[in-house]
């Protein structure tokens, strides 16, 4: 058999192995669970929760800065919403970077036990990896976190609050 051939008949069996993995995934897997995906797909809390994350853009500099969930991305987790956030509208712009948690009956949570020798650890991560920070926010007496902040690139960020509530 010649090399045409060959890939020829390759080309045939992955074809022949794809159709077999979807006729059988459409006996196996139940409707519920595909339409309960289709449908955390189509809402930002996902249907279900997930370590508290929201996404943040950092915009090119003098755009301006619109801070919002993401979908597939929740901000929700048991109960508690990460939500509230504020940014430095431009990079290279010092301001501060701002959230509040908010519990179960929808107000601020203001008691923290201290996890890792902090009360609150936050980590800010680029889309693409290049750029990661852990830093720990102060918590003002009406529940919202805050720390001086600049963005030093352009880029989509996600912000993830690891916090135990009292």
């Given at each position: 058999?010649?090399?045409?051939?060959?890939?020829?008949?390759?080309?045939?069996?992955?074809?022949?192995?794809?159709?077999?993995?979807?006729?059988?995934?459409?006996?196996?897997?139940?409707?519920?669970?595909?339409?309960?995906?289709?449908?955390?797909?189509?809402?930002p809390?996902?249907?279900h929760?997930?370590?508290?994350?929201?996404?943040?853009?950092?915009?090119?500099?003098?755009?301006?800065?619109?801070?919002?969930?993401?979908?597939?991305?929740?901000?929700?987790?048991?109960?508690y919403?990460?939500?509230?956030?504020?940014?430095?509208?431009?990079?290279?712009?010092?301001?501060?970077?701002?959230?509040?948690?908010?519990?179960?009956?929808?107000?601020?949570?203001t008691?923290?036990?201290?996890?890792?020798?902090?009360?609150?650890?936050?980590?800010?991560?680029?889309?693409?990896?290049?750029?990661?920070?852990?830093?720990?926010?102060?918590?003002?007496?009406?529940?919202?976190?805050?720390?001086?902040w600049?963005w030093?690139?352009?880029?989509?960020?996600?912000?993830?609050?690891?916090?135990?509530?009292?």
């Open positions: 058999m010649n090399a045409a051939g060959r890939l020829g008949a390759y080309a045939a069996g992955l074809a022949v192995v794809f159709a077999g993995g979807f006729a059988v995934a459409g006996a196996v897997v139940p409707e519920q669970a595909v339409t309960a995906w289709a449908q955390s797909a189509e809402d809390a996902g249907g929760a997930s370590a508290g994350h929201a996404e943040s853009p950092a915009p090119a500099p003098g755009a301006a800065m619109a801070v919002s969930p993401v979908k597939g991305v929740t901000a929700e987790r048991g109960g919403l990460l939500g509230g956030i504020t940014a430095p509208a431009a990079v290279g712009t010092a301001g501060e970077l701002a959230f509040t948690i908010t519990g179960p009956e929808k107000s601020p949570v008691q923290y036990e201290t996890s890792h020798g902090k009360k609150a650890h936050l980590i800010v991560v680029r889309s693409d990896g290049s750029y990661y920070r852990h830093v720990h926010p102060v918590m003002d007496e009406a529940g919202r976190w805050s720390l001086p600049q030093e690139a352009a880029g989509t960020y996600r912000i993830y609050a690891d916090v135990v509530p009292a």
